[in-house]
């Protein structure tokens, strides 16, 4: 299952359970303040309304059977008053469960949007796309033949052999000191980009999945009291600390002017989609309720994950690819000037009329 299915299925269960446990809160917080808003000025004794509201949540899981509802006998003409008076209640209650419900509706379809960058792309597809950019890296300077800029000008005397001589020299250092470096240096900062994405999904559907249970668990309290839990779960999150891995990541990217041998540096940028992003960091939040585990939830997804890969892309771009690009916009010429006087030649190749 690729990250995105499994990003996709968590959210997914995170919607339905919010969901339910909303409709849990929401209910109550009627029942109880509508309670206390009706019944107030009436005096002792109390005795339970029946029936017990019962939940009924997506799936059958997590029926809550609220706690007795004690309301005081006097506000009642008999005891079938009072029942009809309860299931008024429920029916109130229920109607309110389901606001409760549909509230959480499309939030893993936001959830899933709001991560897109980071869940769409395959691992593998893009371990395989940067080494097929390091292959044809390799095989563009193989291409090349050994010693292809060994003109023999001995025979060869005068202006027209001193001018072809230096526009072999030149076009030789323009090859591999400007565009196969500059091959190196895309493939390099390509790679590093890839590998960021990669490393940001580490520990991401973990995370997604630690506050799932966490809301699981503040639900099957609500089971077991038949209402509000006096205190609930925390939720601590395990997540990758991007910063110091794109801060890795960065120092695999020569910069310009940085000596290295292109066999290495595929091997080091390659050697990145295996880096070990180190212990998972907690990002505790309150999880009181089901609006507050949501925008905790999404603060996390911004704040440990959004916005240090987006820093990691933006630092890519700023202090290497950026300083790459000037470097080669100041370069000139990218091609050889013509020769002297070649246009009034009349240049013919013993080969032609072969």
Not at 76 to 90: E, L, S
Not at 130 to 135: A, G, P, S
Not at 268 to 276: A, N, V
């Amino acid at each position: 299952m690729s990250v995105k299915e499994e990003f996709e299925a968590v959210t997914a269960d995170i919607e339905k359970y919010l969901g339910i446990l909303k409709g849990n809160e929401t209910a109550w917080e009627w029942r109880e303040g509508y309670k206390n808003d009706y019944f107030s000025h009436y005096s002792a004794p109390y005795s339970p309304i029946p029936p017990t509201f019962q939940t009924s949540p997506p799936g059958g899981e997590y029926t809550v059977f609220f706690q007795d509802l004690l309301l005081p006998d006097e506000a009642f003409v008999d005891a079938q008053h009072k029942v009809d008076f309860g299931r008024q209640i429920n029916e109130r209650c229920a109607t309110s469960f389901t606001n409760g419900v549909n509230w959480a509706s499309g939030i893993a379809d936001y959830l899933n949007s709001l991560c897109a960058d980071i869940i769409r792309p395959d691992a593998a597809a893009l371990h395989e796309s940067v080494q097929l950019f390091h292959d044809s890296m390799i095989e563009t300077q193989a291409a090349l033949p050994v010693g292809w800029t060994a003109v023999n000008f001995e025979s060869w005397v005068g202006g027209s052999s001193d001018a072809c001589q230096i526009v072999v020299e030149q076009l030789h250092a323009m090859v591999l000191d400007q565009y196969s470096l500059y091959y190196a240096h895309c493939f390099a900062l390509y790679g590093g980009a890839c590998a960021l994405v990669v490393a940001a999904q580490e520990g991401l559907v973990k995370a997604m999945e630690d506050i799932r249970d966490g809301i699981k668990a503040n639900l099957q309290a609500w089971q077991n009291l038949g209402g509000p839990p006096f205190d609930a779960t925390p939720m601590d999150p395990q997540v990758v600390a991007i910063e110091a891995v794109a801060r890795t990541i960065l120092g695999k990217v020569p910069g310009i002017g940085t000596a290295f041998e292109v066999g290495e540096l595929g091997g080091s940028i390659l050697g990145l989609f295996g880096l070990d992003v180190g212990d998972l960091v907690t990002h505790s939040f309150d999880a009181r309720d089901a609006e507050t585990t949501y925008n905790e939830m999404t603060a996390m997804l911004q704040d440990a994950y959004l916005t240090p890969l987006q820093d990691g892309m933006h630092n890519l771009q700023s202090e290497k690819s950026s300083a790459i690009r000037s470097a080669q916009d100041g370069i000139y010429p990218w091609l050889p000037e013509p020769l002297a006087g070649a246009a009034n030649e009349q240049w013919r190749h013993d080969q032609e009329d072969a």
